[in-house]
């Protein structure tokens, strides 16, 4: 693989520094002692420098961070190679055991691609002190030995199809045992290199099209030999992982997507359904409560452009109820307090629920001395703690309280930003104590958290903390200290104390990904390190945005202002990822997933009229199980690994007109998931989105299918409209529409009444246009 080409190679040009680095790589079963005279192959024979080994290679140290002129990219990247290689030198000067770990990996070059575990910085460790090269870009992919990934999206599978792709655990078990172990035992692509399928169409082995909108008359006789004679991944009985479940709490009245009122009931009970519709309604009534505010009492007048330091004079309070789901359910299980509580789906405490996969929303802090955290199983959480209570959502105590908690809010707050159902951030400078010491200011705002915090308590019964500081970043920080149930005050040399002990994932925005990047470029792990790299530098890693945020960031400044104003909403959506199953396509799968199609079409278009909206984008997302995935997941009923896909259309009713109609939007969202040709057994999860958004008007409610008639009801003229003659002739407007295209354009009629049967009220109503057109119309009639 060395000795071969590769035209991605001459991507970023020829890159000669490259090259006479990678003269110093020692090929397989080459040795540097044999004799001139040996034989060799012809990628050995090549003239190769000596490893640089040391941090002390003052050549290389020099080359590698002398300053380069603009332009010169093939310059940067060798120099930003050769300082790996100095950081690699550091890592095997620092080995303890150097000189008698074995070299097995000597030779090998490999690139590790996303996150792994153990992380990037491990891997790379055990890379280098075993002899290997570790590769940390892949624009010269010819010298590329093994690539280590732990899972592949569809286009690195297919780019990487040609490569050795590992799985960490060849590197950790060859580690272990002390030599290199066939990497074919480990291979990512074992399970998917007989599938080679395109998920757009039948680029290897085609897969049957979903056919048009089943009829139960007329059932599906297409054959699937995708589900019957080339399974996708291993196959799994799905009674092997049912035994696994324990029934008793898992089982509810709806067991996957074809039982009757499935969505309904899916989104009654889905705690994530009801956090992001409150975030929404949320959004809408803290808006028009804070504007109502306002007008009674003025706006608090902020710095135009904000700075993100002390200087804007800002107070951010940022409270946040302590486990909100435990707090409000202990209110009515007073006797469970002090006890270790979690929060999920499952009803029962009995003991034999060890191997339940319910997923825990919110645990307590007894819970939480055992090592339970949210997001665990109910089964792992009992392994670590037996004696752990479950109790269940209560969705419209949930929401009472959130309510209870905004209005208390709301009397105190400048502006307020909705975070969600049990968070806000709220300024208070108006509040804060001028004209005075630092310290008399800290005592004057921990005694007005703690005030709110009072009121919170008395009203809702629940704890909350509140942390406090000069920007969104540092307060919500401070809440972190404050926590449970206390105030935090976050100010002076407390904040480079407290951000030096921060990891680079506790900043907002850090996901692993980030982080990875972070760690792999710079070597750094907190940060206070993070704040020591330049601004210039991590534009260059993490982009021009997100580096110059991070930067910032890391020095404690943050200039985002809060959002109090209510934004008008982009899209409606319904998403379904949990209890999907459907038969194959001989067996009526394409029945199944379309009935289901239908119904969620259905629920769209119920959020958009009840919000009174109307879209003319629609996009369809589809989970699909990944070709390596069991059949049944680990959760019971869980969507499991999958690949992700997603499709998107115009959308428009009659005279292209925006639309809500659920028959027309499951008629585009079939059609779009009938180009996937996906079988309908691998479908996992199934989202609907109306985008490009309008609001209703009064001619189009009710009214899908053509344009309505105007109807009046008799009433009293107006000034405007007194002196019109009350002629009984109805008048007949004819209004042309702009014609696109060769045929003749249809005629919008609209029948004017005697001015008579006019309505003052309805007419001052019409829009603008419409209005002109009606009373000039019937001037028209007087005229005759």
Known sequence: MIGSTDPEEDEFGIDEAFDNLLATLPLPDFNPNTSSNSTVSHSQSRKRKEIPTSNNDASTQSNCYDAIQFGQIGQYMANKRLKLKVQESFLRDADGLKGSRPQFMAGLVIHVNGYTTPPLSEIRKMIVVHGGT????????SVITHIIATALTPKKREEFRLYKVVTPSWLVDSVEAGRLLPWSDYTLNSATKNISKNIMGAKYTPTPPLTSAPTTSS??????????????????????????????????????????????????????????????????????LFDQKVGQTGRHVLPKKLIGDETDGRTIMHVDFDCFFISAGLIKRPDLRGKPVAVCHAQTNQPTGQRSTSEIASCSYEARAFGVKNGQSLGKAREL?????????????????????????LSYADELQAVSVDECLIDISSKKPISCSMETQEIA????????????????????????????????????KAKPAGTYHLHGPQIAQLLGDLKIDDLPGVGWAQKADIETAFQV??????????????????????????????????DRPLKSSHHDRKSVSAVVNYGIRFKNQESGGNQQSYEFIKELSLEVSRRLVELGLRGRHLSLK???????????????????????????????????????????????????????????????????????????????????KGQSTLTFKPGKLQSSVRDLNNSPKAVQVITPKPNHSNNP????????????QIDPEVVDALPTPMRNTVMKSINLSRSS
């Open 134 to 141: 570790y590769m940390a870009y892949l624009d010269h992919k």
């Open 219 to 288: 059932p599906d006789q297409i054959q699937s030999e995708t589900s019957t004679n080339n399974p996708c991944g291993p196959l799994q009985d799905a009674a092997n992982s049912i035994k696994l479940i324990d029934h008793q709490d898992e089982v509810t009245s709806i067991l996957d997507s074809n039982a009757p009122n499935f969505i309904q009931e899916y989104f009654r009970q889905s705690r994530l359904h009801h956090l992001s519709t409150w975030k929404a309604d949320l959004l809408q009534k803290v808006s028009t």
């Open 385 to 409: 703690c037996p004696q752990i209570q479950t109790i269940p959502y209560d969705f419209t105590l949930y929401e009472q309280i959130s309510l209870k908690f905004y209005n208390i809010l």
């Open 445 to 480: 705002l921990t005694k007005l958290a703690n005030e709110i915090r009072t009121k919170i308590r008395s009203s809702t019964g629940c704890e909350a903390s509140i942390g406090i500081s000069h920007n969104i970043l540092l307060a919500k920080l401070a809440t972190k």
């Open 525 to 558: 792990s907190n940060v206070a390190q993070l704040g020591q790299i330049s601004v210039s530098q991590l534009i260059d890693v993490m982009g021009p945005i997100r580096g110059k945020t991070l930067h910032l960031y890391s020095k404690g400044i943050d």
């Open 622 to 704: 589809i989970m699909k199980r990944a070709a390596n995935a069991p059949i049944e997941s680990a959760k019971f009923m869980g969507h499991g690994v999958c690949d992700e896909l997603s499709r998107t259309s115009k959308i428009s009713g009659p005279g292209d007109s925006a639309i809500d109609d659920g028959s027309r939007i499951c008629e585009e969202a079939w059609k779009l998931l009938k180009n996937l040709n996906i079988p309908p057994e691998d479908l996992r999860g199934i989202g609907i989105q109306i985008q490009k958004l309008e609001k209703t008007t009064v001619g189009q409610i009710n009214n899908t």
């Open 745 to 756: 354009a249809p005629c919008t009629q609209l029948i004017i009444p005697s001015s008579s």
